[in-house]
């Protein structure tokens, strides 16, 4: 049969009848790399992640703690992200057993993170500090310029905060692959912290 007498509908069939193949492939390669493209290009950087352990913090008190830390360095939201984990726990009451796999849970995403080199900060209580500190977790800050700060060990910072009824500690995760803007981040926590 001759397409060239076809018109219409019937051309379009006669198109769909030989061609259905190499135009469903030719949809499908289609969307595929348009959805690949389209993650590539909207991609947002990680630029630290952050999680706190026995604290919890307000959703504005996160957003000031994230979105305005990248304000601070001139840096776009829609590029840069810091991943914040909020309200993770250490340790949980063995007789309530919603809070023991809440917290049993928090330990696998964070032993998770730690593995994964996924975590570069950690605010948290002193229960929690000496958790960290005793498994040797935490960055030595030897060098850090805030002296006053630093734990005897040298492994975190000691800040008082009107935020908390106690002591929070800051540490940097051994691993992490953000050391030098961990750094930066944790003076930025201090005098948000601090001087609120």
């Known amino acids: 049969m001759n397409n060239y007498n076809l018109?219409?509908?019937?051309?379009?069939?006669?198109?769909?009848?030989?061609y259905k193949l190499p135009i469903i492939t030719g949809i499908i390669i289609f969307y595929?790399?348009?959805?690949?493209?389209?993650?590539?290009?909207?991609?947002?950087?990680?630029?630290?992640?952050?999680?706190?352990?026995?604290?919890?913090?307000?959703?504005?008190?996160?957003?000031?703690?994230?979105?305005?830390?990248?304000?601070?360095k001139n840096l776009s939201n829609k590029r840069y992200n810091i991943d914040f984990f909020n309200n993770l726990m250490s340790e949980g009451n063995i007789n309530d057993g919603t809070s023991y796999e809440y917290a049993y849970a928090s330990s696998m995403k964070l032993l998770a993170l730690m593995?994964?080199?996924a975590l570069d900060v950690v605010i948290m209580d002193d229960k929690a500090y000496?958790?960290?500190?005793?498994?040797?977790?935490?960055y030595f800050l030897d060098h850090f310029e805030l002296y006053k700060y630093?734990?005897?060990?040298?492994d975190?910072?000691?800040?008082?905060?009107?935020?908390?009824?106690?002591?929070?500690?800051?540490?940097?995760i051994q691993n992490s692959q953000h050391i030098d803007e961990s750094l930066?981040?944790?003076?930025?926590?201090?005098?948000?912290?601090?001087?609120s």
Not at 7 to 18: F, S, T, V
Not at 150 to 154: A, F, L, Q, S
């Open 32 to 72: 595929i790399v348009g959805y690949f493209s389209y993650k590539f290009i909207t991609k947002k950087n990680t630029l630290l992640s952050v999680a706190t352990v026995n604290i919890e913090f307000s959703p504005e008190n996160t957003m000031k703690l994230s979105d305005e830390y990248l304000k601070h």
């Open 130 to 138: 000496q958790t960290f500190s005793d498994n040797e977790y935490l």
């Open 156 to 172: 975190a910072i000691c800040i008082s905060s009107p935020y908390f009824s106690s002591d929070i500690y800051i540490g940097i």
């Open 184 to 195: 930066r981040y944790i003076q930025y926590l201090i005098n948000i912290l601090s001087n």
């Open 150 to 154: 630093i734990t005897p060990k040298n």
């Open 7 to 18: 018109h219409g509908r019937k051309k379009l069939e006669y198109i769909w009848d030989y």
């Open 115 to 117: 593995t994964d080199k």
